[in-house]
């Protein structure tokens, strides 16, 4: 579903914001102390350019990994490569992760008795052996129809050699510029986080590290990579290889690996992007979710796909780290949620909305003929170690586009509080500081600002 007003129809406007209507009621807001002190010194910071402002607009490849891919692709037919990627985006962003058997049980139940319906217990009574036959055979066979329509066909994808550069191609540049996104706010708003280990898990053709490397290149002394496909891990080393296999790797110390290392080592950096949908069942995502947060010694990124399944995995890992109670196990939130609650906007089943984002980024050359620059949504969240001591991390995150109208602008927010809020700005209500900082502010900014209900009530 469309978020911005422009894209959507009268009729589906009220349903987008029914979830912020809740919660409209009248809010004192001022901008954060420090925030209103840099804006109000004389050559300080401009509200355009306020610290929560994550600026980023787009990210490209780096110019050798482009050339890399070119030379890779060799002989290979452009156009059905082409063609592959975008059916391989269309598939991975329509993915659900596989039914699990209560979900499975329940749906049969549902279905057999919505079976049984079409023929009362009356009239099945009256029927004879062999009606009672055909009526059952009949039932297997609409069960089977029926089951086959509403669950989802889940199967690990497996990449070979040429769906592995298939991969590279149409997967490459939006995760690239996804992590690239998310790794900025972590630098941005930590400075001095200088990460010496990276692990990935599900780690396909380097995409992490190629992003990791780019900002902290000096820092790390080891990059860990776990795949499970072999034809990915020898691809991914091949492009740090720019496509010559006597090459040595543009990277010191990468190690690749199919299966997550049994010792107990401590990494600063962990990611894991894209890779729950490939798990088989929620146990072992939950297996690998604490195994990952028992090696994480600083930041653990999950990433996945901005759909309504999407979040919900991302949401999933988020609600398991949180609920660790061994002290050495302790985290909390860094990014998105400015709060360690309950996800607001999952635990509305009237909507379905994800908690997404939305990057641009710009693709391969040999497709960039015909799209310069593309989007695509994404969840994520992003987990440190220990007790909050960031203050800031309480700034209300921008979570739909800002609405930029004349003489006002309106925000859509998820506060502190693990609440939505929608907040209509004027400078003659909330100040020449705040409204400017609104203003200025997009999709998946934090608003440096405190927000206080007047009447002291809470509007659920």
């Known amino acids: 579903m469309k978020l911005c007003l422009r894209n959507v129809s009268n009729a589906t406007k009220p349903f987008l914001f029914k979830e912020f209507r809740r919660y409209t009621s009248k809010f004192a807001v ?25 600026n980023f607009n787009r990210e490209s490849l780096p110019e050798r990994i482009q050339k890399t891919l070119e030379r890779i692709v060799g002989d290979y037919p452009v156009k059905g490569l082409l063609n592959d990627c975008k059916k391989l985006n269309q598939f991975i962003s329509s993915r659900h992760p596989p039914a699990e058997d209560f979900e499975i049980n329940t749906k049969i139940k549902q279905i057999s008795e919505e079976i049984d319906e079409m023929m009362p217990p009356e009239e099945r009574a009256n029927l004879d052996e062999e009606g009672l036959k055909r009526f059952q055979k009949r039932k297997e066979q ?45 630098r941005e708003r930590d400075k001095d986080f200088k990460p010496q280990s990276f692990l990935d898990f599900g780690s396909g053709i380097g995409t992490g590290m190629w992003s990791v490397s780019s900002l902290w290149k000096d820092s790390i002394y080891e990059y ?9 891990n020898d691809l991914s080393e091949l492009i740090l290889k720019e496509g010559n296999a006597n090459q040595q790797m543009t990277l010191r110390n990468v190690f690749y690996r199919q299966f997550l290392p049994a ?11 894209y890779s729950l949908f490939e798990l088989s069942s929620a146990h072992n995502r939950h297996g690998a979710i604490l195994n990952l947060w028992k090696k994480c010694d600083g930041y653990l990124i999950i990433v996945e796909e901005g759909s309504r399944r999407g979040s919900e995995l991302v949401n999933e890992a988020r609600d ?36 997404n984002f939305q990057i641009t980024y710009t693709p391969t050359k040999l497709e960039s003929s015909k799209h310069k620059d593309l989007t695509a949504r ?7 170690k220990g007790l909050p001591t960031d203050s800031t991390r309480l700034w209300p995150r921008l979570v739909r586009p800002t609405l930029v109208r004349s003489k006002h602008s309106i925000c859509r927010m998820c506060t502190s509080e ?19 900082c609104a203003r200025s502010s997009r999709w998946g900014d934090r608003l440096p600002i405190i927000i206080e209900d007047k009447c002291n009530t809470n509007h659920k």
């Open 224 to 232: 860990y990579n776990v795949d499970s496909s072999r034809y990915m």
């Open 378 to 384: 994404f969840s994520y969240v992003v987990l440190k």
């Open 30 to 54: 001022k901008v954060d102390e420090t925030v209103q002190k840099q804006i109000e010194v004389e050559g300080g910071v401009s509200p355009r350019r306020h610290p929560g402002i994550i």
């Open 263 to 273: 010792l107990e080592t401590k990494y600063d950096l962990v990611l894991s992007s």
């Open 142 to 186: 609409l069960m089977k129809r029926r089951m086959k329509e509403r669950t989802f066909a889940w199967k690990p994808i497996q990449y070979g050699s040429y769906e592995s550069i298939v991969y590279a191609l149409g997967r490459g540049p939006l995760e690239y510029a996804v992590l690239m996104r998310v790794l900025h706010e972590i």
């Open 320 to 355: 398991l780290i949180l609920s660790q109670e061994d002290h050495c196990l302790v985290g909390h939130v860094f990014a998105p949620c400015p709060h360690d609650s309950i996800c607001p906007r999952l635990s509305n089943t009237d909507d379905r909305t994800p908690c």
């Open 418 to 436: 693990g609440t939505l809020t929608e907040i209509i700005f004027t400078q003659s209500k909330h100040g020449r500081s705040a409204y400017r």
